[in-house]
């Protein structure tokens, strides 16, 4: 089955710029789409398609999608944006889908 | 307002059935493109898909568990039923549904701790 591999955590400063990768086979390949889950919430979709945004998400959150990697990325973090994040992606061939491990942001 | 809550109970003994509904409201599952999925979160562990069912009924199933699922929809009473048969303890999680009309889910559930405990 199709794997999504996230890094267990990221640490970035208030106002800088947080990237958080999602790597997996060919992932240029797949739409990739990231949720944020803070403590005892259910996820909330952040970026669709590689890099569609919601409505209501802020611009500061935007994502990429090439060879083997995705990323998220936001922009001018804050105390708010520390969460856990999911890459997910729908694996057509077999119509299951699929999540990556998490990667747990922390703004120091 | 498009809205999905879960219900069911929240302990369960090894061995036994599980029964989730996910009741919804904003949105029709009889409309073209639409979905419903099951997600679940062991507790401190990362969110692992389980199941979908389509407007037109078709199913997926995450395939190590596909022989212990089984998803249906009741269109009228804008629910969608997940089951899963002979839980153990490792199946303790936080079960959410949620809403796809893309390879994307738009809106959860709150979710449901469900825990395996004899």
């Known amino acids: 089955s199709y794997v999504l591999t996230q890094p267990p955590s990221v640490s970035v400063a208030p106002g800088q710029a947080a990237r958080l990768t999602c790597g997996g086979n060919?992932?240029?390949?797949?739409?990739v789409h990231w949720y944020q889950q803070k403590p005892g919430q259910a996820p909330v979709l952040v970026v669709y398609d590689d890099n569609g945004r919601p409505a209501g998400v802020p611009e500061r959150f935007s994502g990429s999608n090439s060879g083997k990697t995705a990323t998220l990325i936001i922009r001018g973090v804050e105390d708010g944006d520390e969460a856990d994040y999911y890459c997910q992606v729908w694996d057509t061939g077999r119509d299951y889908v699929v999540f990556g491990g998490g990667t747990k942001l922390t703004v120091l | 307002q498009i809205t999905l809550k879960e219900s069911g109970p929240t302990l369960v003994k090894p061995t036994q059935t599980l029964t989730l509904a996910c009741s919804f409201s904003g949105f029709s599952l009889s409309a073209s493109g639409v979905a419903v999925g099951w997600i679940r979160q062991p507790p401190g562990k990362a969110l692992e898909w389980l199941a979908l069912?389509?407007?037109?009924?078709?199913?997926r199933y995450r395939p190590s568990l596909k022989s212990r699922l089984t998803i249906t929809k009741d269109t009228s009473k804008n629910q969608v039923i997940l089951t899963m048969t002979n839980m153990d303890p490792a199946d303790t999680a936080t079960y959410f549904c949620?809403?796809?009309?893309?390879?994307?889910?738009?809106?959860w559930g709150q979710g449901i701790l469900v825990t395996v405990s004899s």
């Open positions: 069912i389509y407007w037109d009924d078709e199913r």
């Open positions: 060919n992932i240029g390949d797949y739409r």
């Open positions: 949620a809403l796809t009309g893309d390879p994307w889910f738009d809106a």
